[in-house]
């Protein structure tokens, strides 16, 4: 029997059966010996081979709660689950403490269709016990019922007894990363990483989290790491090609979704990555093409059916897009990024077919969904240290870098105000070079500000300054010889004209306007990734960063020697030959007639807006908050008063 115990833990089975049988031929009525066959029996998935052994067992030793536990397990797997879950309350009778027969009646209720008791099971199990094992048993069984929260806390129990219990860190972090909590998900994984550099599930989760979180290049480096040590699997792929296409490189991207479509072809999210990529260049049938294949399970692959249902709508096939998303709502995804960006784009869906109440009904169930954090008092304290640093007096002798070439043209404002628009306008100039929405003025900022808060605006040279500005020029990229000038069209640079002066004296800024309603209402409507456009998450929020943009834009105004120029959303749809005559002008480009025509540039567009700039000027979007005047009553109120 010492050998056969140490066969299988050897895993050697069929040597541990053999050693076991024999010591049975010895001693046939031996209760340990016929309850180690009925165990090595089940563990080799030989089932009905293991019962009789069980049985002989608790012939032997009927009150042997152990017995009884394994004979329990065994019934339920071969469908008596109404006879095991009688030997289950009898070893609970006759050991109150032992858990496994807690975990067999959880699971004999569950296997006879009571879920909701068998919970109750776990649940009172793991209250009496206080076992670790049934907090993790626990935590499963409520997850699996879509009760997150709960599954969190009991997880979150089991760590407070043990810091280092590996299953309930990772599943923690798992279930974090569904709650759409990617911070702290990456939390777990990385201290699980901390225990076990070799965790490649660890470092896979990690990514995963990376990636919602925003934070692109962590992601793919994770991924790099794995891809070290084994070939990436088709769901490894899949996400590797999210990562790059939220990393601007299209190319690599569409090669990772291929090669996780060569693995497993109907791998969901590699389809629907495939499908975005055409997308995103406006080759929407094409894309649709891609999905169209798997339309017919689409209700049980709702990150297909979400990507056709994009597409869909593109076409202008409303109506077929909301036919083919709704059934998805049904199911009840716990996927909590997925479900926001079904709700996002049923949104979108019924405001384009006029039903402007059930719209917004989605937009709010959108948001209410693990809404993301932002912390306006924060923000606001930056605004105010911020308009203290670059003060009237400060400005006017601070250091500047030595003007490099080509020039800047900074497209900056609210979001959802025009700025992908102008810069599309600006890009089918031959001596404009885009260069879409660049992070590194944010990037600079939070490496340079609070040195210069603490020790003023002088504490920093121009040679330095200088360094920086090339730095910036030179990622870029190449650059034709004929480009006057590069853009860079990320909104939130309003918040860095300071440091843009200091960098670019020489910066054309172009400063986006729109009727502040509409602006509100597009950025709700809009699921943005970026943690730093968390104020839409809610009205109230979304009025007072509007307050601050206008305060800090006010300042700019006043203080810096910028060239600035306003191009308002309105005036530019309405009157687009003139307004971008203006817009020329000011950059100091002669006039080209194929800024009229920017719906035809080829140039891939990696924002929200990517679809619009696709389209000649139109107007529909002027005014667009009347059509829900009801629910922003408190928000215009708001912003009147600001």
Same mark, same amino acid.
């Given at each position: ?51 009789? !052994? ?63 008791? /068998? ?63 990617? =911070? ?169 077919? /006029? ?7 989605? !937009? ?10 932002f912390a306006i008092e924060n923000h606001r304290s930056w605004v105010r240290q911020t308009i203290g640093l670059y003060s009237t007096h400060s400005t006017r002798g601070m250091p500047r870098a030595e003007r490099g070439s080509p020039d800047v043209i900074f497209i900056i404002g609210m979001p959802r105000s025009g700025t992908s628009l102008v810069e599309q306008i600006l890009a089918s100039h031959p001596g404009v070079q885009p260069g879409g929405e660049r992070s590194d003025i944010g990037v600079l900022a939070q490496e ?34 004929? =480009? ?128 619009q700039v696709r389209r000649p000027i139109y107007t529909s979007s002027v005014g667009r908050s009347a059509h829900y005047a009801r629910q922003l009553a408190s928000l215009r109120q708001m912003l009147s008063e600001s």
């Amino acid at each position: 029997m010492q050998r056969a115990v140490a066969s299988h833990r050897e895993g050697d089975n069929g040597q541990a059966i053999a050693d076991c049988e024999r010591a049975l031929r010895e001693r046939p009525d031996e209760p340990e010996a016929l309850h180690l066959a009925a165990t090595l029996y089940a563990s080799a998935g030989q089932l009905t081979d293991a019962l009789p !052994f069980a049985q002989r067992a608790l012939q032997c030793q009927p009150g042997n709660s152990r017995y009884l536990c394994t004979l329990g397990r065994l019934l339920n797997a071969t469908g008596e689950s109404d006879r095991a879950e009688t030997l289950f309350r009898e070893a609970i009778d006759i050991d109150p403490t032992l858990p496994v027969a807690w975990q067999g009646l959880a699971m004999a209720q569950k296997s006879r269709g009571r879920r909701d008791q /068998g919970l109750a099971t776990l649940g009172q199990a793991a209250q009496q016990l206080g076992k670790p094992a049934l907090y993790r048993d626990y935590a499963v069984e409520l997850a699996q019922s879509g009760r997150l929260e709960e599954a969190v806390t009991q997880l979150e129990k089991v760590l407070a007894t043990d810091p280092h219990d590996a299953a309930a860190t990772g599943n923690l972090g798992i279930l974090r990363l569904r709650l759409g909590r990617p =911070a702290e998900a990456a939390a777990c994984f990385e201290a699980l990483l901390q225990q076990d550099r070799g965790n490649m599930q660890a470092l896979r989760n990690l990514a995963y989290a990376r990636q919602a979180e925003g934070k692109f290049a962590p992601a793919l480096n994770c991924l790099d790491a794995i891809s070290r040590e084994r070939t990436l699997n088709a769901e490894e792929l899949a996400s590797r090609g999210s990562i790059l296409v939220s990393l601007g490189q299209r190319a690599a991207a569409g090669s990772a979704f291929e090669d996780a479509l060569r693995l497993e072809p109907a791998q969901p999210a590699a389809l629907a990555g495939k499908a975005e990529l055409l997308e995103f260049q406006g080759r929407y049938e094409e894309g649709l093409a891609v999905l169209m294949p798997f339309l017919d399970s689409a209700s049980h692959n709702p990150v297909i059916a979400l990507a056709a249902g994009r597409l869909l709508r593109r076409l202008g096939r409303t109506k077929e897009a909301a036919a083919l998303l709704l059934p998805c709502l049904e199911q009840q995804l716990s996927d909590i990024k997925l479900s926001r960006r079904l709700l996002f784009t049923l949104g979108e869906i019924h405001d384009e077919l /006029g039903e402007y109440e059930t719209a917004f009904a989605y !937009f709010r169930d959108a948001h209410a969904i693990s809404p993301k954090k932002f912390a306006i008092e924060n923000h606001r304290s930056w605004v105010r240290q911020t308009i203290g640093l670059y003060s009237t007096h400060s400005t006017r002798g601070m250091p500047r870098a030595e003007r490099g070439s080509p020039d800047v043209i900074f497209i900056i404002g609210m979001p959802r105000s025009g700025t992908s628009l102008v810069e599309q306008i600006l890009a089918s100039h031959p001596g404009v070079q885009p260069g879409g929405e660049r992070s590194d003025i944010g990037v600079l900022a939070q490496e340079l500000l609070p040195g210069l808060i603490e020790h003023g605006l002088a504490s920093i040279s121009v040679e330095q300054l200088s360094t920086r500005a090339e730095a910036y020029l030179r990622g870029a990229g190449k650059i034709p010889a004929r =480009a006057m000038f590069i853009t860079d069209k990320m909104p939130l640079n309003f918040l860095y004209l300071g440091l843009i002066a200091m960098l670019f004296p020489g910066a054309r800024i172009v400063h986006c306007r729109r009727d502040p309603l509409d602006t509100a209402i597009s950025c709700y409507f809009t699921d943005f990734l970026d943690p730093a456009l968390a104020f839409s998450e809610d009205l109230q929020t979304i009025s007072q960063y509007y307050e601050q943009y206008q305060l800090l834009m006010d300042h700019w105004t006043e203080v810096l020697e910028l060239a600035i120029h306003e191009v308002v959303y309105e005036d530019l749809v309405r009157g687009q030959e003139k307004t971008t005559r203006a817009l020329l002008e000011f950059v100091g480009l002669p006039w080209d007639e194929r800024c009229l025509h920017f719906h035809n540039s080829e140039r891939n567009v990696d924002t929200a807006s990517h679809a619009q700039v696709r389209r000649p000027i139109y107007t529909s979007s002027v005014g667009r908050s009347a059509h829900y005047a009801r629910q922003l009553a408190s928000l215009r109120q708001m912003l009147s008063e600001s």
